[in-house]
């Protein structure tokens, strides 16, 4: 973990993408390490469609003083999660702060209203430049591609908590989140898991922006 991070109290955590990408699982399992180390912790969810492809985020809070509400205020954040970059763009811009960091997938989801012709998707390099003018600090990580190579994408959300613990943003040693992980997600699956956490930490040298 990066000893020299300060990390704020309350620290509020967005986590956002749509459907399908693993997004609420993410955000409980940094609840669940929080509550590990006597934080007070909540958290609440918002979808703007129920089915796989609509929009989900995630309001994570957690403080060693006090509980807050679950919903983090407007321009608030102090760290945003992304795990579609569009959405993540559409968070920062309520959410974000000048002293915002960003971790964010770099994998394209493009909304059916593109598929069929009806919009349009910015260029992956526009959206890339925006996230970084509008952060302090991100991390650009291919965490799709990492997941394939692990052999299941929907480890991808795993890959950014691994990026989120390496860069020190929340107070958790990696051995501490692998615990964590080993104590939530099924056996069959802990061996993926792990190696898409371990691979989210080496990220933190190699992607960021």
């Known amino acids: 973990m990066n000893e020299t991070t300060a990390i704020a109290d309350p ?18 399992l940094i609840g669940r390490a929080m509550v590990k180390f006597d934080y007070h912790v909540s958290i609440g969810e918002t979808y703007g469609a129920s089915q796989r492809g609509g929009t989900v985020m995630s309001h994570v809070r957690f ?13 608030r954040a102090n760290t ?31 909304p059916v209203s593109v598929n069929l012709g009806e919009g349009d998707y910015p260029e992956p390099d526009d959206l890339r430049d925006a996230i970084r003018q509008l952060s302090k600090k991100a991390w650009l990580i291919p965490a799709t591609e990492i997941a394939l ?5 929907v480890v991808a959300n795993v ?20 615990q964590v992980l080993r104590n939530n997600v099924p056996e069959r699956r802990l061996e993926r898991n792990l190696v898409a956490f371990s691979r989210g930490l080496e990220a933190v040298q190699t992607h960021a922006a």
Request: net charge negative; glycine share 14%; hydrophobic share 40%.
């Open 80 to 110: 945003v999660i992304g795990l579609e970059p569009m959405e993540t763009l559409r968070i920062l811009r309520d959410y974000g702060n000048p002293d915002v960091s960003v971790i964010v997938n770099t994998r394209p989801i493009t």
């Open 63 to 75: 403080s060693s003083k006090h509980a807050y509400g679950p919903l983090i205020p407007l321009g």
């Open 159 to 178: 890959v950014l908590l691994g990026t989120l613990v390496g860069a020190g943003l929340i107070p958790i040693t990696p051995d501490g989140f692998e």
């Open 11 to 28: 620290c509020n955590i967005v986590v956002s993408g749509v459907g399908g990408q693993g997004n609420v699982l993410a955000s409980r």
């Open 149 to 153: 190579e692990i052999g299941t994408p």
